[in-house]
């Protein structure tokens, strides 16, 4: 797992055809926006959300993010120990996200 920050985040995805954006956060904050293409899975669903994370597949690039990067941190380094091979933590998470965002489909 590795820290990042927004300025990095942006520059790995735009050149990475493995990225898999994950947000963490709770349905009620997901409903106030996400980051472009995330995928949504609670990290409060406890075992759930280990069941529906080790259906990912293990080898993309897993960029998480949370409301302020601390759950997100957790989720990262929870996922290192089930054998995800590359797991990005956004600092500040969707707080101090600046960038695009849109609402969930």
Request: charged share 30%; net charge negative; aromatic share 12%.
């Amino acid at each position: 797992m590795k820290n990042i920050t927004q300025e990095e985040w942006e520059e790995l995805i735009a050149k990475d055809d493995q990225a898999f954006i994950l947000d963490v956060r709770t349905q009620n904050e997901v409903d106030e926006g996400i980051i472009p293409n995330s995928h949504h899975i609670d990290i409060y669903e406890g075992q759930g959300f280990i069941d529906k994370v080790n259906e990912l597949d293990k080898s993309k690039h897993y960029y998480i993010y949370c409301r302020s990067g601390n759950r997100s941190g957790q989720a990262a380094q929870l996922m290192d120990q089930l054998g995800f091979e590359t797991t990005y933590n956004l600092l500040g998470g969707y707080m101090e996200w600046d960038g695009e965002t849109t609402y969930q489909e």
